[in-house]
């Protein structure tokens, strides 16, 4: 990030291209995996080829983490950091071991809250709490999901299928961006321009880095609530599936009237399978243009000595969510409370949907181009 200029498509391009490898590698570990145990007809031939694609992957990391560090002028400025932990340590005024570990302690407990107030101080810490709050939920090929959905009796080799579906999807995500990107800050310039006219022309570049960063709040608002509306379905499916387990259950009202209404398309699983299946794969495009847009925009909003404080406290909040998922998970581990789950992270997901739009109309002003859909209606004149 260091040698691309801030509030550019070169950043957008660039973070596209990391997730697509980072997705396609995932797609085809399992792949490659079984294939070797097929060639070789050993395990222990499978786990010495792949201990040895990581020694050679650390190699070639750590030679072209120099090249581009060699090659960066910024990467390779000298940043005076002052050590407060270090500085108690070294104090020879403390001779009381037990005294200098609790100045240590106290201090690292300091430094804590330092960057937690630093964190929610930024202008990006609702699109960062949002994003990892998306991590609660079961309501992707998650482990949870993938065994209740064993336990109800789908094979594997279907789960497998939907799977792959979903992972062309995921990367199809990373060529949508960069495009939806350009697109919508170009449609963003060209309503700002009109409505600004009269207070004269901006500098070229800021006006380039506005308007990239109006794109990219904008093409994450679409993708986290088309998050959302994917899963809706999902979880209507989720509920038919539970209802032909469990008939009597008084939870299971929606189902039911589903069944009732319409007959034609819920009379048998095959209906809220395809649409189970169907709407996660299409969920997880929303959830990458989410995931990629506001990773650029803490990218560019964040100031450069605070990047990796705040990147480290969303790693926090982003593992405290999937400790939640698994505590839930533990706590209503029969599967006929699996539905409440499901629930449970359609809440999650629309809470996140709800902050990042609140942060989006706070800094744009607006969520929609109401005259736009007035005038592509016919409602004005």
């Not at 070797?36 to 395990?43: K, R, T, Y």
């Not at 939640?324 to 409440?340: C, H, M, R, T, Y």
Request: aromatic share 10%; net charge neutral.
């Amino acid at each position: 990030m260091a040698g691309l200029q801030e509030g550019s498509s070169s950043l957008t391009s660039l973070n596209a291209t990391m997730r697509r490898i980072d997705l396609i590698c995932k797609l085809a570990a399992p792949v490659f995996v079984a294939l070797i145990v097929a060639a070789f007809g050993s395990n222990r031939c499978c786990v010495l080829t792949i201990a040895g694609m990581n020694c050679i992957s650390w190699g070639i990391e750590a030679l072209t983490a120099y090249q581009v560090w060699r090659t960066t002028p910024r990467l390779q400025e000298r940043r005076d950091v002052l050590s407060s932990i270090s500085s108690v340590t070294a104090d020879t005024r403390i001779n009381n071991s037990l005294e200098r570990f609790n100045n240590v302690a106290a201090k690292a407990f300091e430094d804590q809250i330092q960057r937690l107030k630093q964190y929610f101080a930024s202008d990006v810490w609702i699109p960062s709490v949002a994003l990892a709050m998306l991590h609660i939920s079961v309501l992707s090929y998650s482990a949870t999901l993938i065994t209740y959905l064993l336990n109800s009796g789908f094979s594997v080799t279907l789960i497998t299928t939907a799977r792959a579906s979903s992972s062309v999807v995921e990367i199809s995500s990373t060529f949508v961006a960069p495009v939806g990107v350009s697109y919508l800050a170009k449609s963003s310039k060209r309503h700002d321009q009109a409505e600004e006219d009269f207070e004269g022309l901006l500098e070229e570049v800021d006006d380039e880095g506005r308007m990239h960063s109006a794109g990219l709040e904008r093409l994450g608002l679409w993708g986290i609530w088309s998050q959302l509306l994917n899963l809706l379905p999902v979880f209507i499916a989720i509920d038919q599936i539970h209802l032909s387990q469990q008939s009597t259950n008084p939870a299971n009202v929606l189902s039911r009237f589903l069944s009732q209404r319409f007959p034609r398309f819920f009379a048998s699983l095959s209906m809220p399978i395809l649409t189970l299946f169907t709407f996660l794969s299409f969920s997880r495009l929303g959830l990458w243009l989410f995931d990629l847009t506001t990773t650029e925009l803490t990218q560019t909003l964040v100031s450069p000595g605070s990047r990796s404080s705040f990147a480290g406290t969303e790693m926090s909040f982003v593992n405290v969510f999937e400790l939640g998922q698994w505590v839930l998970a533990a706590v209503f581990s029969n599967p006929e409370d699996f539905i409440w789950l499901a629930g449970g992270s359609i809440c999650a997901v629309g809470i996140a949907a709800g902050m990042y739009a609140l942060w989006v109309r706070r800094r744009r002003g607006h969520l929609m181009h109401w005259e736009k859909v007035g005038a592509g209606c016919g409602c004005q004149k």
